[in-house]
């Protein structure tokens, strides 16, 4: 059915098809060109991020982490089980066993203090998930790494514009913690190309490699800045560059970050002040930010007691024309992995799984609809 | 350097831009929505395609022919040497050991001669490439397959709108003939989208997981469709499937298909004749279309007799603001791969990439533009 408020909904910030004519007329629209060269510049100045590489998606942003850090048949990577499959897929690729974590009580991002009991020593990467935007408890993590020698791949999918505060007060943005850092515009995201990614390499011995295995395995990056007199084969790769065109895209929607961000973070509050009081009235979960973390308003989100009273609600917006929806099927009982998972128990990813609930989402959502939401919601009886 | 004329050039055909702005409109820009599906089926209706998927890129297609086979670590794909480096890769990511053929005395595609001698019992794929768009002997090429129960991956890159005219007459569409097929759709190609490519599943047993592999391992497709009440996480796999951003530009060309070959067909033909008295005289080889094959005006190539009267060539057009390219350092003698090289000699390989020349060639390339190239020449002494 089509609906009046739709889940999620693309959109222009003016520029887009300007910078994709451009991109043509100047010649160039296969990958690594100038917006390209730009977007990858931007992220790196305004958040601080080591080498940038945009990506045709964060799945392939994650399958070049897994290359670089050397995944092998048998290594482990912990990560949570309330996530999307590509977080896992993309070591399950290389070989990896997945060691699966449970959610935080009061956050579905993966619980810091579970961690250090799943570390073996075929143990090779965490991969935490700042799900919705909001941090892990990165200075657990990092020092659980720093202990027992593992990479840190953030899986930052959600994450572009949000922070974490260590306990000695340094503010850093997410993605440029962990030693690799992955990034998505896909629609759904806040700054979107349809499809897209990047990956953030923060660890410098991974940087040149990084390039390589991104230019198909070649020394291609090498040689046009003078490095070497021909390019070759040099590695493993493949084509994880994505098209001037969808990078003239995403130059648009950065040149308005800050209004996209405003936007998104006033529904975000719009949702939570009308919300709240029918939220506390009928023992449902609103969404928490640790005071290490920031809200970058990627996503609302509500958890209820049980998957009936979702559903009520779900049927509420249904019968008004609105689309609300669930995601993440455990992936630890997935029909892909429930034979190969640990038998760890995981009973708050179960409860997510089963009571989570993002409400529609999007930079042209007006007040009038938010509001026409909230009033829907707060009329639910549960 | 800026060139006059360069080696390629992307180009609009009109309707690009209001593709995308449409797209975005319609509310889908991720993958998998309605462009995507109309260029889906303009392939499979207008060349007898099997099952036709969108993907990120040729290597990426690649690479699901890789998984869809089930490549694994030890087992053996025949392929030219002469090719570009994702034919190899898509299989080495997958752990294939890589078997290079040599190419032909008269063409620089594989020599389907020397495949037998080259087959084992671990040896699972051929791979053979469409060079120039020219049709490999396919009718060989499948008689080996079906005799020692290989899979054949047609990499099809820049052969779309090309036929294999069989034995006893019948005509088919390069990409319908193996089980497999890849076509890429790289700004230099005939059709572009800057980056993109397609896989097409011409054997029915692979059809299904292709869809779930494309779809990031998860069975999201055939939820749609109504056949399962939920989706989750079946298989690997990874996001193969390019933004609607990409499928939208492509369809432009699409609509266009048949204006651009002719073009691209008017300016190899009128290469062709400006250069084949001077060729003759200078002992070059000119692009060499077996009966059996078409020419789709992908590429036009010279072959010299050695790299020092190449060099002359691109010396004289590069004076004259001209940029005329090489490829295909062979990959049986890449720093990768020298080392894992079975040892087999390959000169006609080696002869292909220290001779081989590739002129300019794209679609907005004007008639006054290639008689400039053909009288300089033309006036080239070897």
Not at 80 to 90: D, I, L, M
Not at 111 to 128: F, Q
Not at 264 to 285: C, F, H, P
């Amino acid at each position: 059915m089509n609906y009046d408020i739709p889940f999620n909904k693309p959109f222009l910030t003016g520029k887009e098809v300007h910078y994709i004519s451009d991109a043509v007329q100047t010649g160039k629209i296969s990958g690594n060109g100038k917006y390209t060269k730009k977007c990858q510049d931007f992220f790196k100045n305004t958040y601080g991020f080591g080498k940038c590489m945009l990506t045709t998606s964060c799945t392939d942003a994650l399958e070049m982490a897994a290359i670089l850090i050397n995944i092998q048949p048998g290594d482990e990577v912990i990560m949570p089980s309330y996530t999307f499959v590509s977080t896992a897929n993309a070591f399950v690729l290389r070989g990896a066993k997945i060691v699966f974590i449970d959610s935080q009580n009061n956050h579905p991002g993966m619980d810091a203090d579970l961690i250090e009991d799943a570390i073996t020593g075929k143990t090779k990467a965490i991969v935490p998930v700042h799900y919705a935007g909001v941090a892990c408890n990165m200075d657990k993590i990092m020092a659980l790494a720093n202990a027992y020698n593992l990479f840190v791949v953030e899986d930052a999918a959600q994450a572009i514009d949000s922070y974490y505060t260590f306990p000695d007060g340094t503010k850093k943005a997410l993605g440029t913690i962990g030693h690799l850092a992955t990034f998505s515009f896909h629609e759904t995201k806040n700054i979107i190309s349809g499809e897209g990614g990047m990956l953030v390499v923060n660890d410098p011995q991974f940087m040149d490699r990084a390039e390589i295995i991104w230019e198909k395995g070649t020394n291609r990056s090498s040689f046009f800045r003078g490095e070497v007199d021909k390019y070759g084969w040099v590695d493993v790769g493949s084509s994880f560059l994505p098209s001037e065109i969808i990078s003239a895209f995403l130059w648009a929607q950065l040149e308005n970050l800050e209004t996209i961000q405003t936007k998104r973070i006033q529904i975000w509050q719009t949702y939570y002040e009308g919300l709240k009081d029918w939220a506390a009235q009928n023992n449902i979960s609103m969404p928490h930010i640790p005071t290490y973390a920031t809200n970058n308003g990627h996503m609302f989100y509500l958890v209820f007691k049980n998957t009936t009273k979702r559903a009520k609600a779900i049927e509420k917006l249904k019968s008004h024309g609105i689309l609300s929806v669930f995601h993440y099927l455990s992936l630890h009982e997935s029909p892909f992995y429930k034979n190969k998972h640990d038998g760890r128990q995981l009973p708050l990813t179960n409860h997510y799984s089963n009571c989570l609930l993002r409400l529609p989402m999007y930079y042209e959502l007006s007040v009038a609809d938010t509001n026409k939401i909230i009033k829907l919601l707060n009329e639910v009886q549960l």
